[in-house]
């Protein structure tokens, strides 16, 4: 089947604004992840569901960040109040089941970009 | 917690050997993975480790020593298309995560 997508593929935004990325899993995965890579750096947890549930938020950076999942398929990353550093690639995966040692399958990632 | 160390860049010639290193540190080591990532592209799964060994698949062989918190990848008959970074990741069983290493560099040179 497909693989995970994400849109918008790209978003400029202006400072204090608030925005939405899409994440759509591989059909039947039930783990979620959200990532966050700066250049030249590796991809930075966020926050992960279990289906419906998020099962470990611990990497969102504050509470300008949150992250929804409410039919245990498609996600929804919202940054309210967008600030310059946030600007990044928001990377979404999808794994079969939850587990350390299920792989990972990535989507294309949201450039984001804060003016 | 886990800490993944990897070197920035590395450079190689078209039709050699390059092994890329890592090294890791954690506290409920469940396996270690590597990534290819093409500039402005998605990471895509290449290896995954748990045992002690070398696992070959195609020109890509990935070992890991539990003992020594180490791991390398390494890519035989480098071809144009393997540059890329490689992004080294350790799971952790106890919050079940992937922690990232920052990425190798490679650049393949003809």
């Known amino acids: 089947g497909a693989g995970v997508s994400q849109t918008p593929s790209n978003k400029v935004t202006e400072k204090g604004k608030y925005v939405e990325l899409r994440c759509d899993p591989i059909?039947?995965?039930?783990?979620l992840y959200w990532y966050r890579q700066s250049l030249g750096q590796g991809p930075e947890f966020l926050i992960y569901f279990q289906g419906t549930g998020a099962a470990d938020d611990s990497g969102l950076p504050n509470d300008r960040f949150f992250a929804v999942r409410p039919e245990g398929s498609v996600s929804t990353l919202k940054i309210q109040r967008t600030e310059r550093g946030d600007s990044a690639v928001y990377l979404c995966?999808?794994?079969?089941?939850?587990?350390?040692?299920?792989?990972?399958?990535f989507g294309p990632g949201t450039r984001l970009l804060v003016l | 917690g886990q800490n993944i160390d990897q070197p920035t860049e590395m450079t190689a010639t078209e039709g050699a050997i390059v092994q890329i290193n890592c090294t890791y540190q954690t506290s409920g080591f469940n396996g270690l993975f590597w990534y290819q990532q093409h500039a402005g592209e998605a990471p895509t799964f290449l290896s995954y480790?748990?045992?002690?060994g070398l696992e070959e698949k195609g020109r890509f062989s990935s070992f890991l020593s539990r003992s020594k918190g180490y791991s390398y990848l390494l890519l035989k008959e480098l071809q144009m298309k393997d540059s890329a970074s490689y992004l080294c990741?350790?799971?952790?069983?106890?919050?079940?995560?992937?922690?990232f290493g920052t990425g190798t560099r490679l650049q393949v040179f003809p």
């Open positions: 480790n748990v045992l002690d």
């Open positions: 059909s039947g995965h039930t783990a």
């Open positions: 990741a350790g799971a952790d069983y106890n919050t079940d995560k992937l922690i």
């Open positions: 995966a999808s794994s079969l089941t939850r587990g350390a040692r299920e792989t990972q399958y």
